[in-house]
Structure formats: C-alpha cells, structure tokens
C-alpha cells in the first residue's frame, strides 16, 4: 500500500507569489490534516479536512486555506507569500472510522524557500 | 489551550544504552491522547507511541515505553538499547478525546546516538 505522498518535494518562490501544495493520502483514509513545521516553532496544526469538509482550523492568516476532493487528495494553497512562510508543510492521513483520535500517517512534506 | 513543553533540545546516548526524553504538558481536559513521534532526516514522521490518558498502565513498544504521570502532567520516553537508527527528531504530542486528528506537538528533542 503506497504511502502518503506530498508533491512537490521542493519549492522555491517570491514574496508575493501563490502556491499550491497537494498530497495524496494512504488509500481508504478520508481524513487528511496539514501541519506547518519550522524550527523554532516545531509542528504548528493549520487545517483537516474529512469527506471534502474543513472540520478544525488552526491559528494561521487567512491566506492559508485548503481542500479536500471527492478522492480524499488534498490541497493547500498560500496566497501573497511572505518570507516567514518559509517552512516545511507535512500532510498527515488517517482512517477515521470513528470519531476519535486515530494514528496519523504522514508525507515526506514540501520544503517551501520564500525569496 | 494546550500546550506541550519538551526542555530538552539536544540530547545524545551510547549506542546500547538508555535515554529518557522528557515531555510536560497543560490541559484541563479530562479524556485525551498523547503520542510520542520520530522524525529522522528523511523527514517522514513517524508514530513511536501512543498513551490514552484513561489508562492508568503505561504503553510499551518494543524497545520504547513511556512514563505517564498524569497528575504531573509528564509524559516521558524511554528507549532502550539504543540504536543508530533510533537517531532523529522526537516530538511529544497531545490530541483532545474526539479533537479530529488535531494534535499539539511539542517543539521536539533531538537525539543522537552515538557509536
């Protein structure tokens, strides 16, 4: 069973570009959670999604949001890019057969440089 | 809020020998979760353990076993026999009973083991 899989690996932009990050979850999860990790703020929660719908959002600007697809992939999206978003971005995946906390399952993440 | 609070940034150990990471966190929740995470240079985390907060014996995996003070709010790790592969970011972790996968990470200790 392929893992979770995050593309790109790498990105580099300018202050003032977009950028769109997907990740493909574990086949059969159906929830997939998004996490920003910097070093000095290790794993901060930005958003998770489950069946297409956002059902916990983190502490982050409005120019973070995110979506979820009928095949459960996901995509996040930062608009006006700032150099403190210069982070990597890990995708997590879990079952959710229930409603209670479940293993996650992460990506390798994307590593985004913003110039 | 939660929070989760790891003091200890760095730490090293002797291959075969025995390191304990230490983890304190805050809640006033009652029913909750707390993991203990691996992130080696390839990035991928990975899930090394898992406490429910109702259950009074600690968890054990193998070479890994926590320390679960509840009252003190302390969630220890503790790993035996220690391997090179066991050389990586350890985060600490908390997740709400029913929170939908969003979980608090602690800024992490990084562990090297030590030939």
């Known amino acids: 069973k392929a893992g979770v899989t995050q593309t790109p690996r790498y990105l580099i932009k300018t202050r003032g570009q977009q950028v769109t990050l997907s990740c493909s979850p574990i086949?059969?999860?159906?929830?997939v959670s998004w996490y920003q990790q910097t070093p000095g703020q290790g794993l901060q929660f930005l958003f998770e999604?489950?069946?297409?719908?956002?059902?916990n959002k983190g502490n982050f600007p409005g120019r973070f949001s995110g979506r979820q697809f009928s095949n459960s992939r996901s995509e996040m999206n930062v608009s006006t890019l700032e150099l403190g978003d210069s982070a990597l971005y890990l995708c997590?995946?879990?079952?959710?057969?229930?409603?209670?906390?479940?293993?996650?399952?992460f990506g390798s993440g994307t590593q985004l440089s913003v110039l | 809020a939660q929070t989760v609070t790891q003091s200890q940034p760095e730490m090293s150990v002797q291959e075969a020998e025995t390191v304990t990471l230490s983890c304190t966190y805050d809640?006033?929740?009652?029913?909750?979760?707390l993991f203990w995470y691996k992130q080696p240079p390839s990035r991928q985390m990975i899930l090394v353990i898992r406490?429910?907060?109702?259950?009074?014996q600690n968890a054990t995996e193998n070479r890994f076993s926590v320390n679960f003070q509840k009252a003190a709010k302390s969630f220890s790790l503790k790993i035996s026999d220690s391997q090179l592969g066991d050389t990586a970011m350890y985060f600490c972790a908390f997740s709400n009973y029913g929170g939908y996968q969003k979980v608090t990470f602690g800024i992490g200790t990084k562990l090297q083991v030590i030939p």
């Open positions: 406490q429910e907060a109702y259950k009074q």
């Open positions: 997590a995946s879990s079952l959710e057969t229930r409603a209670t906390n479940e293993k996650l399952f």
């Open positions: 999604y489950f069946s297409e719908t956002q059902r």
């Open positions: 809640t006033s929740e009652s029913n909750y979760y």
């Open positions: 086949s059969g999860h159906r929830s």
